[in-house]
């Protein structure tokens, strides 16, 4: 199995920055594609941004250009760089990973992101 914990959320004020980080733990060597999801209270959980093993990244429309994916092998975390923050980017951000044996996905649980106007 695989443990996930998120770290660096917040509240900022709109335009700014946080950095968020996801630490994996447990049978990383079986990690495949790492990401970020965000959910709003009464809303459906959306995905945000994707990294596969390799560095390939996608991101939804909504963030692009604001937002920045990366995540570092070497210390099995992924990351996720906010810039340009929105009132409308306040959500639940969860990390997820997925394992490239048995497509068991894990999730973390999660790190309160807050903008205010």
């Known amino acids: 199995q695989v443990q996930l914990v998120e770290s660096g959320g917040g509240l900022v004020q709109a335009g700014g920055s946080l950095r968020l980080s996801c630490a994996a733990s447990g049978r990383i060597f079986s990690i495949n594609t790492m990401g970020w999801h965000r959910q709003e209270p009464g809303k459906q959980r959306e995905l945000v941004a994707v990294i596969s093993r390799g560095g390939s990244t996608n991101y939804a429309d909504s963030v692009k250009g604001r937002f920045t994916i990366s995540r570092d092998n070497t210390k099995n975390t992924v990351y996720l760089q906010m810039n340009s923050l929105k009132p409308e980017d306040t959500a639940v951000y969860y990390c997820?990973?997925?394992?490239?044996?048995?497509?068991?996905?894990?999730w973390g649980q999660g790190t309160q992101v807050t903008v205010s106007s």
């Open positions: 997820a990973a997925n394992d490239r044996f048995s497509a068991n996905n894990y």
